[in-house]
């Protein structure tokens, strides 16, 4: 017994010693937060703050700018992976059939497009001296040429960037910019792809997820407004592709009747250019009057002027009244919007201009406008 006793207290653990606490002294008062200095320095660090938010946002305008496509394209793309699921189809599978046809799209369009455009292209700039020439044979253009020197500054300018084969370079700033355009568009278009994919995949469930931080008693109402405007995003990519088509068919006759090499060629790259809001009939009309100009001015002359008719009649007729009909946006809103969006992002502010306002008119119908009328 005694012998465990004295185990016992070799193995019993020692009481720390308690230490008194520290003394730090006493508060103080509180700080005057109407003081101006004390203003003045929250002041200052809230504009400091905003700054360098800015500048972080400047930095990564681009990744945006690729996130906010990829967004668009795939609440764009959302409609026809719901009707392929009206089928009886899995979400996943039905994405893989949307994807697999937008992919062999790209292809085929760089199988037809791009030989002949290279093609025509090397055509154009060793027919170019010719034309130029031919252009003086106008008693105009020769006048004007007398006065200004046009016509020569051209031929000059043309001979300084050919004589020795580096326009394509010069014009990308040197061997080492054609490689970064290159490599910097194909990744551009390979992250756009990428996100627009996951984006397409998960948008159900980052619906839900926002959903879920709504008020349960308005929920079921926000939903719908989600899933109405998500609809008419949707609507604003089918009839941007309508549209397209229309040009397409348009520029495909057109160059049959005027005899262009590789119509169904030229009618692609109108496709592609009338899917960008605002600026893309005219690269779209450029395109076409240079190839025109290969064969002769005045059928270049024909096609441009052609062009700028059927263009007034799509922007004045045909758009507003296809935008009415899908998206319920009057006419004069679809051209507002397209040109405040322009001109405060550029191109992803005309593509998503539309869309937006769509989205403003249904939020006013639906909750504002009746609010009003209540209270």
């Known amino acids: 017994m005694a012998i465990a006793s004295r185990i016992k207290k070799v193995t019993r653990p020692r009481a720390k010693a308690l230490t008194p606490p520290v003394d730090f002294g006493e508060l103080g008062a509180p700080i005057n937060r109407a003081n101006p200095f004390?203003?003045?320095?929250?002041?200052?660090?809230?504009?400091?703050?905003?700054?360098?938010?800015?500048?972080?946002?400047?930095?990564?305008?681009?990744?945006?700018?690729?996130?906010?496509?990829?967004?668009?394209?795939?609440?764009?793309?959302?409609?026809?992976?719901?009707a392929?699921?009206?089928?009886?189809?899995?979400?996943?599978?039905?994405?893989?059939?949307?994807?697999?046809?937008?992919?062999?799209?790209?292809?085929?369009?760089?199988?037809?497009?791009?030989?002949?455009v290279l093609s025509q292209g090397t055509?154009?700039?060793?027919?170019?001296?010719?034309?130029?020439?031919?252009?003086?044979?106008?008693?105009?253009?020769?006048r004007l040429n007398n006065e200004f020197g046009i016509i020569d500054t051209l031929q000059s300018k043309l001979k300084s960037v050919t004589s020795n084969g580096t326009l394509l370079?010069?014009?990308?700033?040197?061997?080492l910019g054609v490689g970064k355009s290159i490599l910097s568009g194909f990744f551009s278009f390979l992250t756009v792809l990428v996100l627009t994919l996951y984006f397409i995949t998960s948008l159900p469930q980052a619906v839900n997820?926002?959903?879920?931080?709504?008020?349960?008693?308005?929920?079921?109402?926000?939903?719908?407004?989600?899933?109405?405007?998500?609809?008419?995003?949707g609507s604003f990519v089918g009839?941007?592709?309508?549209?397209?088509?229309?040009?397409?068919?348009?520029?495909?006759?057109?160059?049959?009747?005027?005899?262009?090499?590789?119509?169904?060629?030229?009618?692609?790259?109108?496709?592609?250019?009338?899917?960008?809001?605002?600026?893309?009939?005219?690269i779209g009309s450029s395109i076409v009057t240079i190839i025109a100009?290969?064969?002769?001015v005045p059928i270049g002359v024909i096609a441009l002027v052609a062009y700028i008719v059927y263009v007034q009649i799509e922007n004045y007729v045909v758009t507003p009244r296809i935008m009415k009909k899908t998206m319920s946006v009057p006419g004069?809103?679809?051209?507002?919007?397209?040109?405040?969006?322009?001109?405060?992002?550029?191109?992803?502010?005309?593509?998503?201009?539309?869309?937006?306002?769509?989205?403003?008119?249904?939020?006013?119908?639906?909750v504002v406008i009746p609010r009003a009328k209540t209270s």
Do not use: W
């Open 332 to 366: 004069v809103v679809t051209i507002i919007a397209a040109l405040i969006g322009s001109s405060l992002l550029g191109l992803v502010g005309g593509l998503l201009a539309v869309p937006v306002a769509a989205a403003i008119i249904l939020i006013l119908d639906e």
């Open 293 to 296: 100009l290969t064969q002769s």
């Open 84 to 116: 392929l699921r009206r089928k009886n189809l899995t979400r996943t599978t039905a994405v893989a059939i949307i994807f697999t046809s937008v992919i062999a799209f790209v292809i085929f369009f760089a199988l037809v497009v791009a030989p002949p």
């Open 169 to 175: 370079i010069s014009t990308f700033g040197g061997v």
């Open 239 to 282: 009839s941007q592709i309508v549209i397209a088509v229309m040009a397409s068919i348009f520029v495909l006759l057109l160059s049959l009747v005027l005899g262009l090499p590789s119509p169904f060629a030229i009618a692609m790259i109108i496709f592609v250019c009338g899917l960008i809001p605002l600026i893309g009939h005219f």
């Open 38 to 82: 004390y203003f003045g320095f929250i002041a200052t660090l809230g504009a400091l703050t905003a700054i360098v938010l800015l500048r972080a946002l400047a930095s990564l305008s681009q990744i945006f700018v690729l996130i906010l496509i990829a967004l668009f394209l795939a609440t764009g793309l959302n409609p026809a992976v719901e």
């Open 209 to 233: 997820l926002g959903l879920s931080l709504v008020p349960a008693s308005r929920r079921e109402r926000v939903g719908r407004l989600t899933q109405a405007i998500i609809a008419r995003v």
């Open 123 to 142: 055509q154009l700039i060793n027919k170019a001296p010719q034309l130029l020439d031919e252009l003086t044979n106008n008693q105009t253009i020769a």
